[in-house]
């Protein structure tokens, strides 16, 4: 299954030259049935559309610290 996550406009700026106001598309491809099942679920039980309970965890996912490099 294939989605296409827009995120909002007031989500950080990437880096690749876009400014702060166009939203980003990201792509992710070949996700199982039960996986959008399972994130589907969690959603709709925050009250949440898919897309925006996906942008609220990869923002907390960002925002945790880096880890070193190996």
């Known amino acids: 299954m294939r989605r296409s996550i827009p995120l909002s406009p ?4 990437p880096t690749r030259g876009y400014p ?15 996986t959008d099942e399972v ?13 925006d309970y996906l942008e609220r965890e990869l923002e907390k996912r960002a925002a945790e610290p880096d880890l070193p490099m190996r």
């Open 10 to 13: 007031d989500s950080p700026a």
């Open 39 to 51: 994130l589907s679920a969690r959603a709709a039980s925050e009250g949440l559309s898919l897309s």
């Open 20 to 34: 702060p106001a166009v939203p980003v598309t990201i792509t992710v491809p070949d996700v199982d049935d039960r």
